[in-house]
C-alpha cells in the first residue's frame, strides 16, 4: 500500500505552516511540556476515551489510554488523549439511549475540530460502541475502536452469575419470597467482580463482537476480558497500528460496505445478541450510506442459529467464551456465511483473519450441527408487524417460553412505570399468566430516549404460583441481558400516535411468531373512532438536550438517529485564520 506524504495529513494544516496562527499552535502545545521534536512531523492520533469513575464499565480506560499511547510513540505518532461523555449504563438516567446521539455528535466533532490524523476509541459499554463509530464513520478519518472488554466471570454460593441476567434473575426470586433479604444484600457484592462490560451476551459484548466481526477492531480484540494482561496489550497494539493506517489512508469507507454489515449479523444471531443492536445496526449503517433493514436482520436471524452457550441463551460467560476461541473461533465455525474477502483494520481479510482460528471448548462455542437453541425451537431476532405495529417490532424468541409464541390475552395497558410497578403487585389484580402487559410512552418521543423498560415484571402473585415468563409489549427496548416473550421497539411509538397509543386493557391481543405477526383484535371502525379521540401528552421538556432529542429522533425502525446526523453529505474541514 502507498505510504501517504506528511503534507497530505490534515494536523498539518494547525502546525506545517509559517502563519502566525500555526506558530500559536506549535507554541501551545510547548506550553503543556512537548518539545518540537515530539510532535513536529508526526501523526496526530486521537485518543477517545469515555472513562469516567460512573462508568464501572469503564474504570479501566485510563490505564488502557497510555497503553495505546505506548504504540503510538512506538511507531512514531503523536498520541493525544480527549475525554468524551462516557454514557455508562445503570447510573445514567433516564437512560443512556438519550445520550447515544450526543456522544456519535462529540465524537465526530472532536475528530473534525482538532488536528487529528486518525484516532483510537476507546468503549465498549452499551450505547458507547455504536455511538463511538457512527461519529467516526461520519468523520471518516481511519479509526480503531478498542473494546473495553467484559468483566470477570461472576459466581454466588457455586453457581456461574451473570451481570444483568441473574440480577433479573433473583430479583424475581427474591420477590416472590425464594430467597432472603440477606441473601439479597450478598449477591450484589459478588456478581460483578471487576471493570468491564457485562460477562453475558448483553448488548455490550453482541455490540464488540458485531464490530470486531465487521473489522473495525483488532482482530479477535472483542473477546479479551477487561482485567486481562492481553487486554492492556490490544490496547497497546491498537496505538502501533493506527499510526500505520493513518499512512496508508485506511478510512472506515474503504473497508465497510453491505457485506460487512451481514458479517455484523452473522456474528449477532450466532451469539443470540441483544435485540438492541437492531436499532444501532441501522443507524451505523445509514452513516456509511449502506442500506439496512429489520427485514435484513430478520433473514439472517432465519439462518444463523445459537451456538455461543452463553447467557442470556446458555450456561456459560463470556471469561469462558474467550477461553474457548473467543469471536474468531466462532466466526470461522460460521465461515460459509461470511463474506471473507471484506478488509479489516489490521489491513487482512476476515477470512485472513479467522483462517487459523482454533475451538477449545465445543461445549462453549458450538457448531451449526449442535446448536444452542435450534431454528425451529428460537431466533436471535424476530420482526413482527401487525395492526399494533405496522412499521414492525422485535423480539428475541430464542430467550422465550415456547408456549407463549403463539398466544392470544386480553392486554392490560400502563402509560408509565410508576403506575405499572404501583399496580402489578396489587394482590387482588384480576390478572392471570395469559394476560398481555403493556407499557407504552417509553419510545424515542415518548420517554424520551428508549429507555430499558421493555423486560415488564411479572406481579408478584403470580411469581408465588411459579410463574416466571408472559408475554409483554412495550415501544421501548430490554436490557441485552435479559430473557423472556417481550415484544419491543414498537413501531411507530404511542407518543407519536402510533397503534399502540389506541390500545386500551381488555382487548385481545393476537401474538403469533412463526407468521411474524401482531394484532390487536379491534376493528378498524372503532381504532377510528379512537384515533379521532387521542390527542398527545404536553411535552416534558421545553428546553434541554432532551428536548432538541424529541424534535430530531427517528423511530426504532430507523435507528434512532437524528434527522440531522443521518447521511453520508460531506461536511468541510475548520477553516483556520
Request: glycine share 8%; charged share 25%; net charge negative.
Amino acid at each position: 500500500m502507498t505510504k501517504r506524504e506528511l503534507s497530505e495529513l490534515r494536523s498539518q494544516r494547525w502546525f506545517a505552516s509559517d502563519d502566525m496562527r500555526a506558530f500559536a499552535h506549535r507554541q501551545r502545545t510547548q506550553q503543556m511540556g512537548m518539545r518540537r521534536e515530539e510532535f513536529m512531523g508526526r501523526p496526530v492520533i486521537g485518543i477517545i476515551n469515555t472513562w469516567s469513575e460512573m462508568s464501572p464499565c469503564h474504570a479501566h480506560l485510563r490505564d488502557r489510554a497510555e497503553a495505546v499511547k505506548r504504540g503510538v510513540w512506538q511507531m512514531g505518532g503523536y498520541p493525544v488523549e480527549l475525554p468524551a461523555i462516557s454514557v455508562g449504563e445503570v447510573m445514567v438516567k433516564p437512560t443512556t439511549m438519550l445520550y447515544r446521539n450526543f456522544l456519535a455528535m462529540e465524537c465526530e466533532e472532536l475528530l473534525r475540530c482538532h488536528p487529528i490524523d486518525g484516532a483510537v476509541l476507546l468503549g465498549g459499554c452499551d450505547k458507547s460502541t455504536p455511538a463511538l463509530l457512527m461519529g467516526a464513520f461520519s468523520m471518516d478519518i481511519p479509526v480503531i475502536f478498542c473494546p473495553a472488554g467484559p468483566m470477570s466471570n461472576g459466581q454466588w454460593r457455586g453457581v456461574k452469575t451473570g451481570a444483568g441476567t441473574h440480577t433479573k434473575k433473583y430479583w424475581d426470586e427474591l420477590r416472590a419470597g425464594n430467597i432472603t433479604r440477606e441473601d439479597w444484600v450478598d449477591l450484589e457484592s459478588r456478581m460483578t467482580r471487576s471493570p468491564g462490560t457485562c460477562n453475558t451476551i448483553g448488548t455490550a459484548s453482541t455490540m464488540t463482537s458485531i464490530v470486531d466481526a465487521m473489522g473495525m477492531t483488532l482482530s479477535g480484540a472483542s473477546s479479551i476480558p477487561a482485567v486481562d494482561s492481553g487486554h492492556t496489550r490490544m490496547a497497546s497494539a491498537c496505538g502501533s497500528r493506527i499510526v500505520e493506517m493513518v499512512w496508508e489512508d485506511l478510512k472506515p469507507s474503504n473497508i465497510l460496505n453491505r457485506d460487512s454489515f451481514l458479517n455484523g449479523l452473522v456474528a449477532y444471531m450466532a451469539l443470540g445478541g441483544s435485540t438492541n443492536a437492531a436499532v444501532h445496526l441501522i443507524a451505523m449503517a445509514k452513516r456509511v450510506g449502506v442500506a439496512l433493514t429489520l427485514d435484513d436482520m430478520a433473514a439472517m436471524a432465519g439462518k444463523v442459529p445459537v451456538v455461543a452457550n452463553v447467557f442470556p441463551s446458555g450456561e456459560y460467560l463470556m471469561e469462558d467464551f474467550y477461553f474457548a476461541g473467543g469471536i474468531n473461533a466462532l466466526l470461522r465455525k460460521l465461515s460459509r456465511h461470511l463474506n471473507l474477502d471484506r478488509p479489516t483494520v489490521n489491513g487482512r481479510t476476515l477470512g485472513e483473519n479467522i483462517a487459523s482460528a482454533d475451538c477449545w471448548n465445543d461445549e462453549v462455542i458450538r457448531g451449526e450441527d449442535n446448536p444452542v437453541v435450534p431454528l425451529e425451537r428460537g431466533k436471535t431476532l424476530e420482526v413482527l408487524r401487525g395492526n399494533l405495529a405496522p412499521n414492525g417490532a422485535v423480539m428475541k424468541s430464542s430467550a422465550a417460553n415456547p408456549k407463549f409464541l403463539k398466544h392470544v390475552g386480553p392486554a392490560i395497558v400502563f402509560d408509565d412505570p410508576r403506575t405499572m410497578n404501583r399496580t402489578l403487585d396489587d394482590p387482588d389484580l384480576d390478572i392471570t399468566e395469559d394476560t398481555v402487559i403493556v407499557l407504552r410512552n417509553a419510545g424515542p418521543v415518548g420517554a424520551p430516549g428508549m429507555p430499558e423498560w421493555g423486560n415488564l415484571p411479572i406481579p408478584k402473585k403470580l411469581l408465588k404460583q411459579g410463574v416466571r415468563d408472559m408475554v409483554r409489549i412495550c415501544d421501548g427496548r430490554m436490557s441485552g441481558t435479559h430473557y423472556g416473550t417481550c415484544i419491543l421497539h414498537v413501531s411507530p411509538e404511542a407518543a407519536i400516535g402510533g397503534p399502540l397509543a389506541l390500545l386500551r386493557t381488555g382487548d385481545l391481543i393476537d401474538l403469533d411468531v412463526a407468521a411474524a405477526t401482531i394484532d390487536m383484535r379491534v376493528s378498524e371502525e372503532e381504532l377510528a373512532r379512537r384515533r379521532a379521540e387521542w390527542k398527545p401528552s404536553a411535552p416534558i421538556y421545553e428546553r434541554s438536550f432532551a428536548a432538541l432529542y424529541q424534535r430530531h429522533v427517528s423511530q426504532a425502525h430507523e435507528g434512532c438517529d437524528f434527522d440531522f446526523l443521518t447521511g453520508t453529505q460531506a461536511v468541510p474541514e475548520p477553516p483556520i485564520y
